[in-house]
């Protein structure tokens, strides 16, 4: 069972956990985009298995009236295994998703994987109509070329600051560099992109420029928050109106996420120091 301290990140061990989750934050207006923890696996047995876990839940997500969709990480569906395993297992799920109407995110990891994922996410959107979205990363100094290519494709891109730190030569690494990048990507996919765009950020300053921008573009837009950052404010938001989306990650690979989230604020450090001493 997943302590109090880490159900606060993590919806739960098991699917069905993870649907009570989406079914809660149903009342309040916010969706929920569902990841299984896991990545990196260097054979294939444990990609495949993580594939027919999301065939399986998106088969359920489709039989509820949930506003509810999946993530899901190249490495944990086969690309360490090898691009072939990683297309044939994401073709699995994203075939899942158009049979039962169910949204299929890829999530972007670092910079290796960048090519292969883009690839997959091109020909598997133009096959299955738009069914699939693809996460960029403004760090990125070729995210801007990348766009350019991007915006034929049909089907969702949403973008991030992104998390994995990469060398100088190929992204920013000063805070500001990528505040800037962010905002002039938003800039160019409010007015390039019409299929919509996820606002992946829990900054309130690029949230109120995604507003701003659509105000001006009409441009449909999404806002996408990571379960338990910023929880009243994707509640705010939704109760104005924008559509909102909450990725809730679940699994029995629970511990490692939540150290990462622990780790990357200290105000998670005094949160879980506080549930621990239960001060
Ligand atoms: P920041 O500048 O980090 O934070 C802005 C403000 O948000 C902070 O001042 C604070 O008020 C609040 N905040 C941010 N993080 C936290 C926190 N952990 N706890 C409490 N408050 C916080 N990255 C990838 O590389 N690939 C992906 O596929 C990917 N998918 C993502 C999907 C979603 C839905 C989200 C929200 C993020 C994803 N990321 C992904 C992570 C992303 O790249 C950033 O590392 C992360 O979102 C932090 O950047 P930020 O835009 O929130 O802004």
């Known amino acids: 069972m997943i302590p109090p301290i880490a159900s606060r990140f993590v919806a739960g061990e098991t699917p069905a956990e993870a649907l009570d989750h989406a079914r809660a934050l149903d009342d309040d207006d916010v969706n929920v985009i569902l990841n299984l923890l896991g990545e990196h696996y260097d054979e294939r047995a444990p990609a495949e298995a993580d594939a027919d876990a999301y065939v399986d839940l998106v088969a359920d997500i489709g039989d509820s009236d949930l506003g509810a969709c ?4 190249p ?22 998703g158009d049979e039962h109407g169910v949204f299929v995110w890829v999530d972007m990891e670092d910079r290796h994987t960048t090519d292969a994922t883009l690839d997959a996410f091109e020909d598997f959107a133009r096959k299955y109509a738009g069914g699939v979205g693809l996460c960029v990363q403004a760090n990125l100094k070729r995210t801007p070329e990348d766009l350019e290519r991007l915006v034929d494709v049909p089907g969702k891109i949403r973008l991030v600051k992104g998390a994995y730190d990469e060398p100088k030569a190929v992204a920013y690494k000063q805070k500001a560099k990528v505040n800037e990048a962010y905002r002039d990507l938003l800039e160019f996919m409010f007015e390039a992109f019409e299929d919509g765009i996820a606002v992946g950020s829990h900054d309130p300053a690029m949230i109120e420029y995604a ?31 924008v559509e909102v989306w909450q990725y809730a990650p679940y699994g029995d690979k629970w511990l490692q996420y939540f150290y990462r989230r622990v780790r990357e604020r200290k105000e998670n450090v005094l949160f879980a120091a506080r549930a621990v001493l239960g001060i």
Do not use: C, N, W
């Not at 690309?79 to 899942?96: C, H, K, N, P």
């Open 70 to 73: 999946v993530s899901v990480k």
């Open 75 to 96: 490495s944990q569906i086969g690309l360490d295994v090898g691009e072939e395993t990683f297309r044939e297992l994401l073709e699995r799920v994203v075939e899942a």
């Open 211 to 241: 507003k701003e921008l659509h105000d001006e573009h009409g441009t449909p837009y999404e806002v996408q928050m990571l379960m338990g950052v910023r929880e009243d404010a994707q509640r705010d938001l939704a109760a104005d109106g």
